[in-house]
């Protein structure tokens, strides 16, 4: 797959991310005769690690007025109506709030404020804005805002939508419960209507708080990573292998959930499940399988991330996982002297051997010498080089295993150990055996030369003294 393919990937991923959130701001049923200030949503899940952003809107501002004969009490619905006071049910020209939640839950990271509507179509008050407070205290969990429009400007209504104040991104520090709460709300009337006679300088509302929970749903809750052999994992991966990777999936929740899994190497993008369902209490893997021909030794890091569908929530869980590539050793066996009689002896010595990893290196060395036609072996040295004395003639056989710093030694059902083992083969001869100068038929024909030469010679001189 092209990095252009990659990156075509990620964006339709993250933009049906995007379309299954708008969902999640879906209003629960608030009063119609009195403006609500609310957290949306009102749920909120993630996981640990993740972040989640939490919007603080209002509904329901309008131009209508509603009279009464009692005071309206913060928190209360709207008393009895009356004729002693007058209350404005929208023209807001500021606010003054204190949002709350727990910091050892969650972790504050940003907030964006969405004042005026002239620059957040979405957002409250007209412009100019005088800001009087804007402040976070992330140890103590709590952010104060206070604004307010400036005269002579229109106040601000919302009598058909939901209007946003600000919003906040948290990072879960912890998987517990958490209020989102509404401290302290104050709304401020238009103060041209404030100064009318039995008009009241508030604004009647209804607060709702908002809460972060533990998400009961469908969840990555382990991975593997390695070179797998047989059932048995293994890490690092030795260059040539291929890398497994297991992704393992459980719903502890009660609904079934659908769910997207990506799979990402350093980055770049191995393998996209869309449209997964998983009901309650079920569990399933997700393998994939890739080779290391194109990556480079070293650390290398695999990501999952799973986005899944909760009600009416998407949540996204994510499990990080690594290892490390390494290059095999090259093994060299010398021999001094190269060639031994019977009861002589003979070093062999690995000492020109190297791992060709940067971040590896050769921990132990065994060898195994086996006598000339033995089966199990006779003799086990450690060590980068040995000297044996060899006692009988014939054939040899030495093994040398080693093992490296990462525990890796030859193992026959890991083809990629090969290199972590080397045989040679010793031939040893016979004490005194002498060594022939010339072949045996060359001895044959000088013998035969020298007869015949000795034959001639005597012929001859017997044949001159009987003459």
């Known amino acids: 797959m092209t990095k252009t393919t990659h990156l075509m990937v990620l964006i339709l991923t993250v933009n049906a991310i995007a379309i299954l959130a708008q969902v999640t701001a879906s209003a629960v049923e608030y009063p119609t005769d009195m403006p609500v200030v609310y957290v ?13 952003t939490v919007s603080i809107k209002i509904f329901n501002l309008t131009d209508q007025f509603y009279q009464t004969n009692s005071l309206w009490e913060i928190g209360e619905p709207l008393p009895p109506p009356g004729t002693l006071h007058n209350y404005s049910l929208g023209n807001m020209y500021g606010f003054n709030i204190t949002f709350s939640w727990d910091p050892t839950t969650l972790e504050y990271v940003s907030r964006s404020v969405l004042t005026p ?3 957040y179509p979405e957002g409250v008050l007209h412009a100019p804005i005088i800001i009087f407070q804007d402040e976070v205290d992330s140890l103590a969990g709590e952010y104060s805002l206070s604004q307010s429009s400036w005269l002579p400007v229109e106040a601000f209504n919302c009598p058909d939508k939901n209007a946003t104040i600000f919003s906040m991104t948290f990072r879960v520090k912890e998987e517990k419960a958490s209020s989102l709460r509404l401290e302290s709300v104050e709304l401020m009337l238009d103060p041209i209507l404030a100064i009318k006679p039995g008009v009241l300088d508030i604004i009647p509302h209804l607060t709702v708080d908002g809460e972060f929970n533990r998400a009961r749903t469908t969840r990555i809750v382990s991975m593997d990573i390695g070179t797998l052999v047989g059932s048995r994992w293994h890490n690092p991966v030795i260059s ?12 502890e929740g009660d609904i079934t959930n659908f769910y997207n899994l990506t799979l990402y190497n350093d980055g770049n993008l191995l393998a996209w499940w869309k449209g997964e369902t998983l009901g309650r209490g079920g569990s399933r893997t997700h393998d994939y399988t890739f080779r290391t021909t194109s ?3 070293g650390f290398h890091r695999v990501t999952a991330i799973i986005s899944v569908l909760h009600y009416k929530t998407i949540i996204i869980d994510s499990f990080t996982g690594n290892f490390t590539l390494i290059y095999g050793p090259l093994l060299s066996i010398g021999k001094t002297p190269t060639e031994i009689q019977q009861n002589e002896t003979m ?4 000492d020109s051997s190297f791992h060709q ?4 290196y050769i921990l132990d060395y065994t060898w195994l010498l086996y006598e000339p036609e033995a089966e199990i072996p006779t003799f086990e040295y450690r060590g980068i080089s040995i000297t044996h004395r060899f006692t009988k003639n014939g054939t040899w056989t030495a093994i040398l295993t080693i093992e490296d710093n990462w525990g890796i030694t030859f193992d026959p059902l ?10 040679i083969i010793i031939d040893v001869g016979v004490v005194g055996e002498p060594k022939p100068i010339l072949t045996q038929e060359q001895a044959t024909v000088i013998i035969i030369f020298i ?7 005597a012929g001859y001189t017997l044949g001159k003294w009987r003459g």
């Not at 749920?43 to 993740?50: K, L, Q, V, Y």
């Not at 007869?451 to 010679?457: D, E, G, K, N, P």
């Open 40 to 52: 949306d949503p009102q749920e909120a899940f993630g996981a640990e690690g993740t972040t989640f």
């Open 240 to 251: 040539g292998e291929e890398v497994s990777v297991r992704v393992f999936i459980f719903n």
């Open 295 to 297: 990556l480079g030794g």
């Open 117 to 119: 509507v002239e620059d």
């Open 347 to 350: 070093t062999l010595s690995v």
């Open 357 to 360: 990893d940067p971040t590896s």
């Open 414 to 423: 890991r083809k990629a150990t090969a290199p972590y083992q080397r045989n």
């Open 451 to 457: 007869l015949m030469t000795v034959a001639s010679i």
